[in-house]
């Protein structure tokens, strides 16, 4: 049983890179099976980040006529959002690992004239030439991926000189109640995990995103917080937003038996005791700390 979902703390990337037991072929799978797992939950959750979807798209500064790439775009709700932003003459390629998702991006864009196109690419190797688009998106993706490195490389070589890319994270764990809640309840009933999964709070201090975006060649980086609060009427809906957003712990804890998973469910409520809502809506409201980068390939 390897309780995913419970992270390993957030050193630093390079140390994330040797952590002992780290499997990356095994843990991108995992990741794959689970975000084609949620791929639907997913997409009907976004609304509760629409500040940061907004934030993101903004830092990217896009203009009609410009070619964009939605890495890790999940249901495509950026590319979306990217496709009308550069209309009239341009266009949005939105990829992701999982193909659920990709299904899920392109029915619900339908028929629409601008909508993006959807295909399968792993963004630690994607098929594309060099210097073939004019912006490169990814929400909530960098720290997902085994090797952040290479796939922030792949980032760069796909810009055309002076293109930009923004991206948003997770802040430092403490400011993200929305997930640590979720995973402290794992770390309390669960065994610790045989293989070590890299903290999806990772680059949450600024300093460490922009080593890792000036490391890949980027400049003119820029990064700001964007925090968000999210409502919840019960501690169960907490919880099954947690699932909704965590491909990885989705598919980990999907495999756990049932009796497990309900526990795990009624023992979240006491991590979220400090979070009961004040305003008399009842329920939970739950805060999270978000970074926004954007940062430019040089001309
Ligand atoms: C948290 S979701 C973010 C989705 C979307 N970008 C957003 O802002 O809502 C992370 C996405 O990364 C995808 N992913 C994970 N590993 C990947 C990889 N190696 N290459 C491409 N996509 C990957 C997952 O399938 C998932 O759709």
Known sequence: MSPAGRDAPAASV???AA???FDARRFKAMERAGFNRIAARYADGAH?????????LDAAALAPGQRVLDLASGPGLLAG?????????GSVLATDIAEA?????ARRCGARADAPCFAAADAERLCLADACVDRVLAGLALFIFPHPEQALAEMHRVLAPGGRLALSVWGVREAVPLIHCAQDTIARLLPPPKVVR????????PAVLAAALAAAGFDDIDIRPCAFSCHFDTAEACWQAFLDLAGGAAEALGRLPQTTRDALQAAVADELEPHRCK?????????ALTLVASARRRG
Do not use: H, K
């Open 48 to 56: 509760l980040r629409a500040e940061l979807a907004t934030a993101l």
């Open 279 to 287: 305003d008399g809506r009842g329920g939970y409201l739950l805060p």
């Open 19 to 21: 952590l002992p037991g």
């Open 14 to 16: 390079a140390a994330q």
């Open 81 to 89: 959002e990217a496709a009308r932003r550069v209309a009239p003459g």
């Open 101 to 105: 998702m990709l299904a899920e991006g």
């Open 198 to 205: 890299p903290s999806v709070f990772r680059f949450g201090e």
